[in-house]
């Protein structure tokens, strides 16, 4: 299981900010102090005073109805999270959606979550589909979540993969690629590759769309072209 839910936090205080600001990225739009405080299950006074020191380091901001946001801060702190990966894939990202035309993101695991780390949308497209920078989902959810799956031994993964998805990893692993439909958000379609960097946690390359006339094969041998540029480069 991963820390994030059956450790004790050395921090209770830290804990409870850091459960804020992933209820404010979650919800992705501004929140109420007393919104704020009934989702992390916090008391009102006890969210005031956390959110005031988040807002005096940037983390988070109020509009002017009062409700709260994630502030400018966090962006500072995201630039230097795997820097040279980000730099490395933005390029690669950006020539595979705009010759896949379709969205392409790198994401990396982090306990037993699927974290974007960089995306791009296509240059010329009718309907782009966003998937924003610092989004999670399980790793058990998804094309990106079994590509990495397929990099970590059984014994690593979490104690809710099933026969059926431990078969789809399985498959994952000798195509080089995985896909799936409807998983993380309803309606859409994905493909993603394994990327392993040594030294690093498992990641993955991949595309997202609602509808296709490219095939599945075509896409995933775009994305390894990427997946391998990344990889040489660092």
């Known amino acids: 299981m991963s820390p994030r839910q059956d450790a004790a936090p050395a921090s209770q205080t830290l804990s409870r900010g850091i459960r804020l600001l992933e ?68 390029p690669e990202l950006t020539a595979a959606a705009n010759d896949l035309g379709m969205t392409c993101f790198l994401v990396v695991l982090d306990h037993d979550e699927c974290v974007t780390l960089a995306s791009v949308e296509p240059r010329h497209a009718v309907t782009a589909v966003a998937q924003r920078p610092g989004s999670r989902h399980p790793v058990t959810r998804g094309a990106p979540g079994r590509a990495i799956l397929a990099q970590l031994p059984p014994r690593q993964w979490p104690d809710t993969v099933d026969a059926r998805l431990a078969a789809q990893v399985a498959a994952a692993a000798d195509h080089g690629w995985a896909t799936s439909h409807d998983e993380v958000v309803p309606s859409l379609r994905a493909v993603a590759v394994p990327l392993a960097v040594q030294g690093r946690e498992p990641a993955a390359v991949a595309a997202v769309h609602v509808s296709t006339e490219i095939d599945d094969a075509v896409i995933a041998t775009r994305l390894t072209v990427a997946a391998e540029a990344i990889r040489g480069a660092l």
Not at 36 to 53: C, D, G, M, N, P
Not at 62 to 88: F, I, K, N, S, Y
């Open 23 to 90: 209820t404010l990225a979650e919800a992705r739009a501004p929140l109420t102090i007393d919104d704020l405080a009934a989702r992390v299950q916090l008391h009102r006074s006890v969210a005031y005073r956390l959110l005031r020191t988040l807002e005096d380091h940037g983390l988070v901001t109020r509009d002017a109805a009062g409700a709260m946001r994630l502030g400018t801060g966090l962006a500072a702190l995201a630039a230097g999270v795997a820097a040279d990966l980000q730099a490395e894939a933005l």
